[in-house]
């Protein structure tokens, strides 16, 4: 299985909104509703912010929101701030009972 | 709050076995799944397979071939730990390797810091 494709960057101004697409097959985000998301900052962790397609972690802005239509899931900031600026990552379970991540998308905050 | 922690050399000679083992706190080894990730320096992140309680284990489908039949992922529940074995590495080998735990809906709630571990002689 291959990994999950997602653009290399994305950039937007200050208080726009930007969309990072994450595109599997029906074998994994197609096939499952178990799509989630990352942020990770240079040096860190990555730090979960999107599971199950379009749920928050307790205690996350409601910037950030999930979605999925057919093979594609889908990453949304809005409301872009310069601490959004970072590497985002999406994962799906997949039909081998494995996790596939995507090749990560770069986020610029103009 | 779980918290998980890598530990291990920093510094493996090429050809030679990295090891590297994760403790679980602030809560019990005997649910869930637990994982390990690689990062390459300046890459993606790169899931290698995960293990329960009880041993059963699922490595990456792909992984290449060379590197899934080097790794091994082993738990200990009595002393809250799971491990990693990668044997005959190579400079590619090199990364910040990070445990995690994967929770509900097969996300990965709680991460590791990371540990990187570089491959020279």
């Known amino acids: 299985q291959s990994a999950l494709t997602q653009p290399a960057s994305v950039s937007g101004s200050p208080g726009q909104s930007i969309t990072i697409s994450c595109t599997g097959t029906?074998?994994?985000?197609?096939?499952?509703?178990?799509v989630s998301w990352y942020q990770q900052h240079p040096g860190q962790a990555p730090k979960l912010i999107i599971y199950?397609?379009?749920n928050r972690p307790s205690g996350l802005s409601n910037r950030f929101s999930g979605s999925k239509s057919g093979n594609t899931a889908s990453l949304t900031i809005s409301g872009l701030q310069a601490e959004d600026e970072a590497d985002y990552y999406c994962?799906?379970?997949?039909?081998?009972?494995?996790?596939?991540f995507g090749g990560g998308t770069k986020v610029t905050v103009l | 709050q779980v918290q998980l922690q890598e530990s291990g050399p920093g510094l493996v000679k090429p050809s030679e076995t990295l090891s590297l083992t994760c403790t679980v706190s602030?809560?019990?080894?005997?649910?869930?799944?637990w994982s390990w990730i690689r990062q390459p320096p300046g890459k993606g992140l790169e899931w290698i397979g995960f293990?329960?309680?009880?041993?059963?284990?699922?490595?990456?489908?792909s992984l290449n071939p060379s590197l899934k039949s080097r790794v091994t992922i082993s738990v200990d529940t009595s002393k809250n730990q799971f491990s990693l074995r990668m044997n005959s590495v190579t400079a590619a080998d090199t990364a910040v390797f990070y445990c995690?735990?994967?929770?509900?809906?097969?996300?990965?709630?709680?991460w590791g810091q990371g540990t990187l571990v570089t491959v020279s002689s």
């Open positions: 995690a735990r994967v929770g509900n809906y097969k996300r990965i709630d709680y």
């Open positions: 602030g809560g019990s080894i005997n649910s869930y799944y």
């Open positions: 293990i329960s309680h009880s041993g059963d284990t699922n490595y990456s489908p």
């Open positions: 029906s074998s994994d985000v197609g096939g499952y509703n178990y």
């Open positions: 199950a397609v379009n």
């Open positions: 994962s799906s379970y997949a039909t081998t009972d494995t996790l596939l």
